[in-house]
């Protein structure tokens, strides 16, 4: 069954294309097949969708995902982990590896890759373990899993840091040979052994294990200078100190092949949502400091910070509803993630809405190589182009409520708080996978 | 009051009421009948998740004092160590009609997550929380300082005249020690700020918290400068953890280079002691390490009170458990006023 037949031509009506003048976007086939004057006659065979007022990005690339399939069915599968994906304006997703079994070999990246194409929410790209079993000592089948019907192309140890010096120089090495990247958790070990939270005022108040900046900045630097070295790409994860905004830029004004993200977390909240010991703001790197806040929003606006990705990291109720120090760290994002930039970004006047396709859609699918080829992400939005595309009601606010979210699990930082702009509707290849702000349900076996 | 959680947040007022009321109940305990009816028929659970049986002993003390039911429950020998949550032993503790519920944990936090997550209704006490609080500790601190020290008369007589309703304006007071892990120096510098002494803490740059500018306290890493400059009224020295000595690892995570160092720059001994006013009381929360942190012949001398601070923990502890659970109504009841 081709998506020719399946799908209906949709006429997005009035859709502001990165936030410019009005237009009515046609998709069929799969792909945009036409640009029209704002409120054109629709055909009987076209299926028009009113975007007026809607703005229309491109469909969100997340390079930072963690679905928890395999392993940690009861927080997260990769179904209802792309489902609320697409119900936040994600086309694709990067599946971190830190599963059960870890994705370190050809067969688990496989597996993840295909039970993600066959829920058809969004394109899922596993990311492949630096290590084997994210355990620092030895390289895990890297060229496996780029070989792969996968097509891993990201490598991370994620939610560990790749500590040892050597082994993070032949990771680096190793994939060049088919222009992978390796993302780094930048997590000094010894300087956070049984860390809690940033290190600072609150932390000393707190009496909670500090978390120190320096031990992510000395990675970071680390890092750069051995990308610098072997000539090859490093990615950072979630970036979340002043001072690593400098070593990025300063290593950018050198040459060096990185790129960097942030979470949605850390350009909005501090380490001062610690003090009621909620542990719904333990997350790792811990909230920082206001300051720290401001540099990654600055940072972010004059790209020095290349995208924002989400590091969505559900987790059970029980793994959140204890005292502090046993708690899990993470929370998720993938729904409010649009919101929280649109806010800190755009409605501040530091970014346009050509701003946020870059950072959210087309930049993250550059560095996972996904941005070419038959199921390109993070193209721009023109006739010929895949038809992946999100419409965004800015002027919309909502008030987040974690219990009625797609996602499996409730551990958002945003329960209870009012963020502006709405997910109105998803398009993956010209299928709608989210209308009217609700996840359409595909019939079974029907893929795009 | 329904809680006794941090003394950060504990107003002036509530903090000296605390302090009279324990004088109130160490009146009481010189007399041949020690036990008060006050809180017949009102359950306290000791809930312990960390090993202190000091602290245990005195919580139990002050609460049968004062004839409430007294169930001690321990992490050892409990489903805790099955793994039960701290949620689930909250709720069972709540079926089971806790009024009182004194807490002990490893966490920081635990205690304000035990009051404030809707698990319990029950008044919750601080008993140590991780590297965070120990407001008993604090206060029993306070009440042994002010009556040593408060209403002194200009020749330094020991013990002159009531100090009910004072506060501890114009002390001085030096805490010593491991600080960064410890939660009686932060209970104390937030207490003895907020009744007016002037805190100074000493200690290894190792040992004092990155953050710890906002306090409301002066931070010296030399112990004989502040006891020659400052004249303190008391000195509290705080209890070395033998881990801290190793660290974690291969020992490059040690906080000082070794016990002979560490015992040199910042042990009480006796030459220090005599650079010390007359008046000057040497307090220690126990238990002690001597030879480490304070030697024997300060730990023995007649200005040591840290027998005594064990004594009036009983008396604050019954304060607080009376303040929380009887409040005001059942003063008269009580025979306290």
């Not at chain 1, 097509?151 to 088919?178: H, N, Q, T």
């Not at chain 2, 007071?173 to 000493?202: C, M, Y």
């Not at chain 2, 126990?286 to 304070?294: A, D």
């Amino acid at each position: 069954m081709s998506e020719q037949t399946t799908n209906p031509t949709y006429v997005l009506q009035g859709a502001a294309p990165l936030g410019a003048d009005p237009v009515d976007l046609v998709l069929a086939g799969g792909v945009i097949t036409e640009v029209r004057a704002a409120h054109s006659p629709v055909a009987d065979d076209e299926t028009a969708v009113d975007a007026t007022g809607l703005v229309a990005l491109p469909g969100l690339v997340d390079l930072h995902t963690h679905l928890r399939e395999p392993g940690r069915e009861d927080a997260e599968t990769i179904v209802s982990g792309t489902r609320a994906a697409a119900v936040g304006g994600f086309t694709a997703v990067h599946a971190m590896a830190n599963t059960t079994p870890v994705a370190d070999t050809a067969g688990v990246v496989e597996q993840v890759w295909r039970i993600g194409r066959d829920a058809g929410w969004v394109d899922v790209h596993p990311v492949g373990a630096v290590s084997v079993g994210l355990e620092g000592h030895q390289l895990a089948e890297i060229g496996a899993m780029a070989d792969s019907a996968a097509r891993v192309r990201v490598f991370s140890d994620d939610g560990k840091c790749v500590w040892d010096p050597i082994l993070m120089r032949r990771a680096l090495e190793y994939v060049k040979a088919f222009d992978g990247v390796v993302a780094q958790h930048a997590q000094e070990p010894r300087l956070t052994e049984g860390a809690q939270m940033n290190e600072g005022v609150v932390s000393a108040e707190l009496g909670l294990a500090g978390w120190p900046a320096v031990a992510e900045e000395a990675i970071i630097a680390r890092d750069v200078l051995l990308a610098e070295h072997v000539g090859s790409r490093l990615h950072v994860c979630h970036l979340s100190t002043a001072g690593s905004v400098e070593i990025i830029r300063w290593a950018k004004g050198r040459g060096i092949d990185v790129t960097a993200e942030v979470t949605p977390h850390h350009l909005v909240l501090t380490d001062e949502l610690a003090r009621d010991y909620d542990p719904t703001f333990k997350v790792n790197p811990p909230l920082r400091t206001a300051a720290d806040v401001e540099a990654v929003r600055q940072g972010l606006a004059d790209g020095t910070i290349d995208i924002v990705a989400t590091d969505h990291a559900p987790h059970t109720r029980e793994d959140k509803d204890c005292e502090w120090a046993a708690a899990a760290f993470g929370m998720t994002g993938l729904e409010t993630a649009l919101s929280v930039v649109q806010q800190t970004m755009v409605d501040s006047g530091r970014m346009t809405w050509a701003d946020v396709a870059r950072v959210l859609s087309a930049a993250p699918a550059r560095i996972g190589r996904i941005d070419e080829g038959p199921t390109a992400q993070g193209r721009p939005l023109e006739v010929g182009e895949p038809a992946n595309v999100v419409l965004v009601d800015p002027a919309a606010r909502r008030v987040v409520d974690g219990r009625s979210q797609a996602t499996a699990s409730t551990n958002t930082p945003f329960h209870g708080h009012e963020l502006p702009g709405r997910v109105v509707a998803t398009f993956l290849r010209g299928r709608a996978t989210v209308l009217e702000g609700a996840p359409v349900e595909q019939v079974a076996g029907v893929r795009s | 009051m329904k809680h006794l959680l941090s003394t950060a947040d504990l107003a002036r007022a509530d903090a000296i009421r605390i302090l009279d009321t324990a004088a109130q109940m160490a009146a009481t305990q010189s007399r041949e009948i020690k036990k008060l009816p006050t809180l017949r028929g009102r359950t306290v659970v000791n809930l312990f998740f960390e090993d202190s049986t000091r602290t245990r002993i005195s919580f139990e003390t002050a609460a049968k004092r004062l004839s409430a039911d007294v169930i001690n429950f321990s992490a050892k020998g409990s489903s805790v160590s099955k793994g039960e949550s701290l949620k689930d032993t909250a709720l069972t503790l709540q079926a089971m009609g806790a009024d009182a519920v004194v807490i002990r944990h490893q966490a920081s936090g635990a205690p304000h997550t035990l009051a404030h997550a809707g698990w319990v209704e029950a008044a919750v006490v601080n008993a140590g929380d991780g590297m965070h609080q120990h407001p008993t500790q604090a206060l029993l601190d306070a009440f042994t300082m002010r009556r040593h020290l408060v209403g002194r008369g200009a020749a330094g007589a020991s013990i002159v005249g009531d100090p009910t309703g004072q506060d501890l304006a114009g002390l001085r007071i030096a805490v010593v020690g491991d600080v960064l892990h410890s939660r009686v120096a932060r209970s104390n510098v937030h207490l003895l700020h907020t009744l007016g002494a002037q805190v100074t803490l000493v200690a290894p740059p190792t040992l004092v918290p990155v953050g710890v500018e906002t306090w409301p306290c002066d931070v010296s890493y030399h112990l004989d400068e502040v006891l020659a400059e400052t004249a303190p009224d008391a000195v509290m020295m705080l209890r070395v953890q033998r881990e801290r000595m190793s660290g974690s690892g291969a020992g490059g995570g040690a906080f000082f280079p070794n016990p002979l160092e560490y015992t040199r720059n910042y042990g009480l001994d006796g030459r220090r002691l005599a650079l010390l006013p007359d008046h000057t009381i040497v307090m220690h929360p126990g238990p002690m390490n001597r030879g480490l942190e304070i030697s024997a012949e300060a730990a023995d001398s007649p200005r040591a009170v840290i027998v005594e601070q064990v004594a009036n923990g009983v008396a604050v502890r019954m304060a607080v458990l009376y303040l929380l659970l009887a409040g005001d109504a059942s003063k008269e009841r009580a025979g306290l006023e």
